[in-house]
């Protein structure tokens, strides 16, 4: 009798050493397959912002790109502006047109491209345009708007292939100077108010103090 409770005393002690070994286990593999799980979800949050950050350095990248394209354009405009304020430069020392004189242009400057002529006649300060059309005809007109010419602004720069006012911005090529009266367009110089002998083209001073009065409020 005092043996089979003996054994019985043995096997339960053995089934408990049991059970406890096996909740260690259970816990065990919880645990690992927690840290399993934990490391899995880093390993992606670290790949989700090693993406953003991949992103975000590309979109900085078409950022500079886009800002360094905006750059050479606008260095690009500086350029052909500076290109322009040179040639106008180069012509902006004003000839004197005496009584009986005549303003002097050379055909051989010439070109589909606008000169430009400054002159003073009796203290005015005034400024001839010549040039050539896509027929290889002469042009001439003065710098200033037929409507825009008391505003202060009311001449003329060339802008790539045209002509721009710098008041009202209409715009024309060589193939209208010089032909069109009336409306916004650059004062004419017709035929008749000029020579044109073998290599030169002639604007007598008589007819530039007649067209004075439209230059009195020119470039203010």
């Known amino acids: 009798m005092k043996k089979r409770i003996v054994a019985m005393i043995l096997t339960g002690m053995m089934i408990v050493t049991?059970?406890?070994?096996?909740?260690?286990?259970?816990d065990a593999q919880e645990t690992v397959t927690e840290t399993q799980n934990q490391d899995s979800s880093e390993n992606q949050t670290g790949e989700k912002q090693e993406a953003k950050q991949e992103e975000t350095a590309q979109e900085?990248?078409?950022?500079?790109?886009?800002e360094n394209t905006e750059a050479q354009e606008k260095?690009?405009?500086a350029t052909e502006k500076n290109k322009t304020e040179t040639n106008e430069i180069a012509n902006n020392t004003a000839n004197e047109i005496k009584e009986g004189e005549n303003l002097v242009?050379?055909?051989?400057?010439?070109?589909?491209?606008?000169?430009?002529?400054?002159?003073?006649v009796d203290g005015t300060e005034m400024e001839v345009i010549a040039g050539k059309d896509s027929q290889g005809e002469i042009r001439t007109a003065f710098n200033t708007?037929?409507?825009?010419?008391?505003?202060?602004n009311g001449y003329y720069r060339q802008l790539g292939e045209e002509l721009?006012?710098?008041n009202c911005g209409n715009s024309f090529t060589m193939d209208v100077v010089g032909e069109t009266a009336g409306g916004c367009n650059p004062v004419p110089i017709l035929e008749e108010n000029r020579t044109v002998?073998?290599?030169e083209v002639q604007i007598s001073y008589e007819f530039l103090k007649e067209s004075s009065d439209i230059f009195v409020n020119w470039r203010r």
Do not use: R
């Not at 049991?18 to 259970?26: A, D, H, P, S």
């Not at 242009?105 to 003073?120: M, N, Q, R």
């Not at 708007?145 to 202060?152: A, F, H, I, L, N």
């Open 18 to 26: 049991l059970n406890g070994c096996g909740t260690k286990e259970t």
């Open 60 to 66: 900085a990248e078409k950022t500079d790109e886009t």
């Open 75 to 77: 260095e690009a405009n």
């Open 105 to 120: 242009i050379p055909i051989s400057d010439l070109s589909e491209k606008a000169t430009f002529y400054p002159v003073k």
């Open 145 to 152: 708007c037929q409507v825009c010419y008391d505003s202060g």
């Open 164 to 166: 721009v006012c710098q």
């Open 197 to 199: 002998k073998d290599s």
